[in-house]
């Protein structure tokens, strides 16, 4: 990433590093509220550690308010302030989706994984989550790699859309130039064009 080979580091350095993803079945914390899920995402707090819950109280509690702070301006941004104190648990599919979406947000992320964010998703929802997307991207300078298979969807977001298979950009064009390219048809339906015709549309 900017120049530097990233091959095979452990999760937990591409974390650090700013490469973060969210999955397609969303793993919350259930039990606890959705400011909370978003103040658990930061790395190495000062009250992870006992010496500190013991004498850095005064630094804990700094980075607390710091933290809440973070996580409701979060909030205000994906527009849930009425989600803010409800157990992540109760939240339905598409709201589960905004929070992980939220939890990259309160770090330093710079390239951002996101795997199915359309599956099981009300199109209602779908089209808060790809407003916040394509904002993060223009205010912030998010850079997004989806995997999805909605490609309305695709389509809003994505101009060019890089297509890849096996690791290895396969087409990028327009979402019609890659609807219609001979190699990503052949590569994702096993079929060419002249053959396309025997695949269900």
């Keep these: 990433?900017?120049?530097?080979?990233?091959?095979?580091?452990?999760?937990?350095?591409?974390?650090?590093?700013?490469?973060?993803?969210?999955?397609?079945?969303?793993?919350?914390?259930?039990?606890?509220?959705?400011?909370?899920?978003l103040m658990m995402v930061p790395g190495a707090q000062s009250g992870e550690t006992l010496w500190n819950a013991w004498f850095g109280r005064k630094r804990i509690a700094d980075e607390e308010r710091a933290l809440l702070a973070k996580a409701d301006e979060v909030i205000e941004f994906l527009t849930i302030e009425h989600l803010k104190e409800e157990k992540a648990g109760n939240l339905s599919g598409g709201q589960k989706k905004l929070l992980?979406?939220?939890?990259?947000?309160m770090v330093d992320a710079k390239i951002v994984f996101?795997?199915?964010?359309?599956?099981?998703?009300?199109?209602?929802?779908?089209?808060?989550?790809?407003?916040?997307?394509?904002?993060?991207?223009?205010?912030?300078?998010?850079?997004?790699?989806v995997i999805e298979h909605d490609?309305?969807?695709?389509?809003?977001?994505?101009?060019?859309?890089?297509?890849?298979?096996?690791?290895?950009?396969?087409?990028?064009?327009?979402?019609?130039?890659?609807?219609?390219?001979?190699?990503?048809?052949?590569?994702?339906?096993g079929t060419g064009l002249k053959n396309k015709d025997k695949v269900g549309a």
């Excluded at 080979?5 to 490469?19: A, C, N, Q, S, Y």
């Excluded at 099981?120 to 223009?138: E, H, Q």
């Excluded at 101009?159 to 890849?164: G, K, Q, S």
């Design 1 to 37: 990433m900017m120049g530097e080979d990233i091959t095979g580091l452990p999760p937990h350095e591409l974390f650090h590093k700013g490469l973060l993803r969210t999955f397609q079945i969303a793993h919350e914390f259930s039990t606890m509220s959705v400011r909370e899920n």
């Design 100 to 105: 992980e979406l939220g939890r990259t947000m």
């Design 114 to 145: 996101l795997d199915e964010v359309g599956a099981g998703v009300n199109r209602t929802l779908l089209n808060t989550i790809g407003d916040a997307i394509i904002r993060l991207n223009k205010e912030r300078g998010y850079t997004f790699v």
């Design 151 to 189: 490609m309305d969807f695709i389509g809003r977001l994505c101009d060019p859309v890089i297509c890849m298979a096996e690791g290895k950009v396969l087409a990028q064009g327009t979402l019609a130039e890659i609807k219609a390219n001979e190699q990503v048809i052949e590569a994702y339906l």
